[in-house]
């Protein structure tokens, strides 16, 4: 049955999941970057995870509330135990930031792919658990979760051009 998934798979999902690959790939490395650059991984993980939220389960308060729960308890965790990420250095010369490499945006985004895959996966395969209460909470707490890691992260980094200590 796993090969069945896999094959009846749309080819363009295995491209977004190169495209992904590649972006978490860059993002091991050390490297310097802009504000803009800080932004642009949030800027478009949220809107797409926000979307996956709303295409799935429609308006639904209360995956809507599951995701802005999962966002929220992401903002808060980093922002108290994780303290992600670690290491990054403002150059005010160059008014970019020092970023050291880190696996941690590519396990988001693979979470964020699975999570809309597995979904797809359940739906075809068996279409009622879609509608299920803890299943609705699940997918969208994580989708929000993923998000707002991505969101405090680039938060903090932020931060650090004002000279405020992440």
């Known amino acids: 049955m796993a090969w069945a998934v896999l ?3 749309p080819l363009w999902v295995w491209g977004v999941l190169a495209v992904l ?3 978490g790939l860059v993002q091991a490395r050390n490297r310097k970057v802009s504000g803009l650059l800080i932004l642009l991984l949030p ?3 949220i809107p797409l995870s926000l979307y996956g ?12 509330s599951a995701w802005a729960i999962g966002l929220g308890a992401a903002l808060t965790l980093n922002g108290r135990v994780f303290f992600g990420p670690r290491g990054v250095r403002y150059d005010a010369v160059d008014g970019r930031f020092k970023v050291p490499g880190s696996w941690v ?22 279409p009622s658990i879609v509608s299920a209460a803890t299943f609705v909470g699940s997918v969208s707490g994580i989708l929000g979760f993923s998000s707002g890691l991505f969101l405090s992260r680039a938060i903090r980094t932020l931060k650090l051009r004002r000279g405020v200590h992440a």
Do not use: D, E
């Open 53 to 64: 939220v709303a295409a799935s389960f429609g308006a639904s308060l209360a995956a809507l």
């Open 7 to 9: 094959w009846n798979t």
């Open 21 to 23: 690959l590649a972006l």
């Open 43 to 45: 800027a478009t993980m």
């Open 105 to 126: 945006p590519l396990v988001l985004m693979l979470t964020i792919f699975s999570t809309r895959f597995a979904f797809a996966v359940m739906k075809a395969l068996n």
